[in-house]
Nanobody, 115 residues
Framework: QVQLVESGGGLVQAGGSLRLSCVAS????????RGWYRQAPGSQRELVAG???????SYVESVKGRFTLSRDNAVNTVYLQMDILKPEDTAKYYC?????????WGQGTQVTVSS
């Protein structure tokens, strides 16, 4: 059974850093982990950072220069390094994958940034 499991969320002060991890299992190729989304209460889920199969990354404007997405195929993991965190980054962060025309989501990890 395909699974995506996120970890690394928590409570941090503004200006701090967190690193989120997303581990793939159950046959999902790491290269098919496509990115990180987030959803704040009362808001729609938005794509924060994406990565193509070939490793090209892209970011929503609000996180450019602060967040870095990377992939380690050896440990089936995609990371989201988040620096200079702001209160508006507070949300539940979800890892997303797609393989053989099916979508996969993790359970999410909460990130809370205090001012």
């Amino acid at each position: 059974q395909v699974q995506l499991v996120e970890s690394g969320g928590g409570l941090v002060q503004a200006g701090g850093s967190l690193r989120l991890s997303c581990v793939a299992s159950g046959g999902l190729f790491t290269s098919n982990i496509r990115g990180w989304y987030r959803q704040a209460p009362g808001s729609q889920r938005e794509l924060v950072a994406g990565i193509t199969v070939r490793g090209k990354t892209s970011y929503v404007e609000s996180v450019k220069g602060r967040f870095t997405l990377s992939r380690d195929n050896a440990v089936n993991t995609v990371y989201l390094q988040m620096d200079i965190l702001k209160p508006e980054d507070t949300a539940k962060y979800y890892c997303y994958g797609q393989q053989y025309a099916r979508d996969y989501w993790g359970q999410g990890t909460q990130v809370t940034v205090s001012s």
